[in-house]
């Protein structure tokens, strides 16, 4: 048995070989069973050989979904012909072989699903045990969302304390913080265990606990800044302090707000047909109406308007128009993202947070958090370390540059929002601040003059037409191919996109809606180029008189 | 007795790590081995003991002096062949053994609690009298102390392990002589893994590095989970060490220019502060504050590469204790046909005076065993004929039984490794191991602590303030809240890292093998193990993975007979080689069956 004193080994082809027919010989009894199965399952029966036949089968592919439905077919049946005794002895005999076979594929859904299926059935269950397989499971990898699942019904089911749960998260995040189902699960667990007022129960945590969760949290990302899992944490724990339930514009949600946007004028309700600015939009924060001709008579008096419950309108004196806003405040609308109450708890958070930037300079998530810590604390006071911050990120994270690109727009229309509220004019200005992006042009509605000048506009969007008090648009030097926001906009006269990349006349098109559009500026568009460009907008925009090409 | 077959290929006198992995390398692939040792253990000061095994081990260190007349074997040898006698006794790799009792002979029903000591022979018999009237002293200060220790002891329901009680549970202590970690990703876990050897033992994790800091024991975090977990550390500490950690995995300019220069330095100027600097120079590094930055960054590294692997420290430990590895390769040996012989010891090497080459040895029964290759252990080779550092190097090493960990936690049963930096000017560094009862290395309810450094003077000079300070003995003050020592051993042992490599006053085919050494590693030995190997065969490959039983196979009667035929012809005792081939084959069949249980076992 030796040659030269060594011990002979099969060779790898001879191995090979036993392995090739092993599993031919394996392959033979799986079809043979897999067909007698479908077989009596056709035929209706629910015997114990089925469920010996299904068990063989399952226990070498535990993903066979047919079969497992199959399973269940025959233990419904069988719970109806045995007692209670025996009905429970073939459960748990059903969880062991489930065990062995998340063995098998420990993220087998059929596996998981059953387990579940059964838990539920079993007379007498027993729930402890249920939880330390998911224990086990867990500590082998602590991602499986299956065993997640499973372990949450479980929970439920058994009644596990909260406070248990959370020290469950604990165990989990102290062995390895990243991991999304440890910190969502606490997420959920905390305002249940200490919330910020015992009634009426609310989806925000007192601030005892809130402090210590920004500790643990700290923890982790000081450790290792570039998990994201904690920061994502960090930023649901920034949200956790103040009631964010306040919906001062539920008018603006109703889809058909004919039914039920009411209009009284005068005490006198009246008959109106409500639109949105643009026919794209169902939704809309925006709804006009044109009031039957003839209500209103005199427009040298002061008409009360009421509009539903929700929006008192007044008429000045003098005036065709009416438009509404409701009191919300800007802080409420724009900063919904982070809100603790105590701005002095920011502080300390936006310190702690630069600190760690110091050590670590280049990293996106600490660069991102605060900058949203400083739009919380302080907008306008902030905004140029908020654009240095956004120029860093760009370049440490340039994957994702547009979505900063656009992040940075919205806090640069925010805060020039603030400061036009502020001032009290209808003139919106915001050039030469690298906006990519146009939003909270709801907020615009009342602004007769708005400069976008040298940005890097693509578009400019149907929310454009919101802005029903238009009059001057200005917007040259951007990137624009598109106008489809320039809707129906009853006063806008005077359009300058001078340097953009409008390429063919149908592009212009929106305009047409225009009706007392005057003054139009195209320098240095491509569609300058097309040949009878005159006579061509001259016919699509008869009202034009004065055109620079 | 055993009748050898006349022509091995390979011989080893005495076993240590080295010998036993070298051993199973030869005989993996194919070499005849022949391993003795005059011991009546396996594994020589590798060894482990039970707890009685270690006292008569003790003992025997006390008697074995008396020193055997070299015999005459004159009459074995033939023309042109000369004899290197070899040394019998090993006392002179073990000295200054020292052993206190510091509990109870009896149970506590016993009036007066005994203050047993055993006298050391060691110093008895070198007679140093300075010893013996410290040791006096101790006596007369632990009957001061103890009717107060009693009276604490009443207090507790807790009731102190007695002497009688050791003795007893005995059999579950796993006592090694040496006090080593195995390295996650180090030689010897590589080699267990790549050879299969791994399949004969079980392992724990360390788990958990402490450090002794400002009189008080601290857990070093080390992994990522343990730096989020640590309550010692500020955020911003936690982040310049995680920084570091990283940051030192590749080796930088930055880094380059502190060679020569100390990694203490290095490690000031990166602003670390004291914590950190502690923690990163002696418990990840294990490095003095004058070890080089490259030697510093090395040693970092290593540790770094270990964690993670199988836990949250970069250790393993054999459970059992390490005396378990020898005897892992020694059991791989034997399955590919290595024979052991214990209790019987090589007198002399014959050696061939025109080619000085070593033709046989002889046995202290004055046999003569042609062999080809002769491995041996430092301790037998007299001191003219191998090459060591001069002075010779000494390990210092105690080993204490307390009744609790000197960091208790939820947990009773942690494994940990534990550095402490020197305790005062010129005192060593001391590396500490404790181990839990799941370990299997110790009776439940106690711990047991090894104690290592580089000896400055004997064992007990350089380890027993370290022990008086963090333990509670007799001569400790205002240390209610340590651990008691129950018992303790200190004793000296040659550091094996003093022998040289090359140069030796031996004949060509004779390989010399160190002893223990005083690294938290097995480097030395495997590499050791690996280049006496590639000296006799270039060619082989070390130790390549054992076969699956399954792939071994055993119709050989038809196909190997021819071959094992024309063998016969070739060999003068070709029926007793036979009768061998069958012996070997019967074991290596049970070794199947074995196997094959164990499989199914690991298969449940």
Known sequence: ?549 | MLTLAPLIHCLYAAESLTESVAAAAFSRVGQRVLHVDRRSYYAGNWASFTFSGLLTWIQQHHVTLLIKEAQDWSSLLEEGEELIHLSHSDCASIRNLQVFCFTSEEDEEEEAPNTTEEETGGTKETGEEEEEVREEEEVREEEQTTPSAALRQSEPTKKKISYAQLLKEGRRFNIDLVSKLMYSRGSLVDLLIKSNVSRYAEFKNVTRILTYRDRQVEQVPCSRADVFASRQLSVVEKRKLMRFLTSCVEETEEQRAYNGRPYLEFLRDRQLGDNLQHFLLHSIAMVTEDTPTEEGLASTRHFLRCLGRYGNTPFLFPVYGLGEIPQCFCRMCAVFGGIYCLRHSVDGVVVDRDSNRCKAVIDSRGQRITCSHFVVEEGYVAADRKRVATPTRFLSRAVLITDGSILPSDSDQQVSMVTVPPIAAGCPAVKMVELCSSTMTCMPGTYLVHLTCQSVGSAYEDLSPVVTRMFRTPESHDQETCPSVLWCLYFNMTDGSGLEAEGHNLPSNVYVCSGPDGDLGHELAIRQAESIFQKILPEEDFCPPAPNPEDIIYDGDNTSSSAGGEEEKEENDGVAEEEKQEEEKEMLEEEKEMLEEEKEITDM
């Not at chain 1, 920034?238 to 964010?244: E, K, V």
């Not at chain 1, 601040?433 to 693509?458: E, G, P």
Request: proline share 5%.
């Open chain 1, 1 to 549: 048995f030796r040659q030269h004193g060594r011990v002979k080994i099969k060779s790898t082809a001879q191995q090979e070989e036993e392995k090739r027919k092993e599993r031919e010989k394996k392959l033979k009894i799986y079809v043979a069973a897999r067909d007698a199965c479908f077989s009596k399952r056709k035929e209706g029966i629910w015997d114990d050989e089925a469920l010996q036949l299904t068990q063989q089968l399952l226990s070498s592919n535990p993903d066979f979904a047919t079969l497992w439905n199959y399973r269940r077919e025959i233990l419904m049946h069988l719970e109806t012909v045995k007692d209670e005794d025996e009905v429970q002895k073939i459960y748990e005999a059903e969880l062991s072989f489930l065990e062995s076979c998340l063995k098998v594929n420990p993220k087998s859904y059929g596996s998981w699903h059953h387990r579940g299926w059964v838990s539920a059935r079993l007379p007498r269950p027993d729930w402890a045990r249920e939880l330390s397989l998911c224990d086990r499971c867990l500590s082998l990898d602590d991602r499986n969302f299956h065993c997640w699942d499973y372990r949450r019904m479980v929970v439920k089911m058994s009644g596990v304390p909260v406070d248990q749960e959370l020290g469950f998260t604990d165990r989990l995040i102290g062995s390895n913080f990243s991991n999304y189902s440890s910190w969502h699960y606490r997420s959920t667990l905390l305002p249940l265990l200490h919330p910020e007022s015992p009634e009426p129960p609310s989806p925000c945590l007192c601030e005892e606990q809130l402090l210590k969760e920004y500790e643990l949290v700290q923890n982790a990302f000081f450790t290792d800044p570039n998990d994201q899992s904690a920061w994502f944490y960090y930023r649901w724990l920034l949200g956790r302090g103040m009631s964010i339930c306040n919906c001062l514009n539920v008018q603006i949600c109703m889809k058909i707000p004919s039914v039920g946007l009411l209009l009284v004028l005068d005490g006198q309700p009246q008959r109106v047909e409500w639109r949105s600015v643009h026919p794209r939009f169902k939704h809309s924060p925006v709804w006009i109406c044109d009031l039957p001709p003839g209500t209103i008579s005199d427009i040298t008096n002061e008409h009360n308007l009421t509009a539903s419950l929700l929006c008192d309108l007044l008429t000045s004196k003098g005036r065709t128009e009416s438009w509404c806003r409701d009191s919300a405040t800007d802080q409420e609308l724009f900063r919904s993202e982070l809100s603790v109450e105590k701005t002095s708890v920011l502080q300390s958070e936006l310190q702690s947070c630069n600190q760690l930037q110091e050590l670590e300079p280049l990293n996106k998530w600490c660069l991102l958090t605060i900058i949203l810590l400083m739009r919380a604390l302080d907008p306008l006071g902030y905004e140029k370390e908020t654009l240095a911050h956004f120029q860093t990120l760009k370049e440490v994270d340039s994957m994702r540059s547009a979505y900063y690109g656009d992040l940075c727009s919205k806090f640069m229309i925010e805060n020039t929002i603030l400061k036009m509220e502020y001032a009290e004019v209808r003139v919106f200005s915001i050039s030469d601040k690298n906006l990519t992006t146009l939003c909270h042009l709801d907020q615009l509605l009342l602004v007769t003059h708005i400069n976008l000048s040298s940005n890097q506009l693509q578009q400019l969007p149907p929310q454009f037409a919101m802005l029903q008090c238009l009059e001057v648009l200005e917007a040259d030097n951007n990137s624009i191919e598109n106008l489809e926001g320039v809707y129906h906009l009853p006063k806008l006269e005077e359009v300058l996109l001078k340097n953009n990349k409008i390429s063919t006349l149908a592009d212009l098109q929106p305009l047409a809606s225009c009706p007392k559009l005057k003054r139009l500026d195209l320098r240095g568009n491509p569609v300058t180029q097309t040949a009878n460009i005159e006579s061509e907008l001259a016919e699509l925009l008869p009202s034009v008189t004065d055109l620079l090409l």
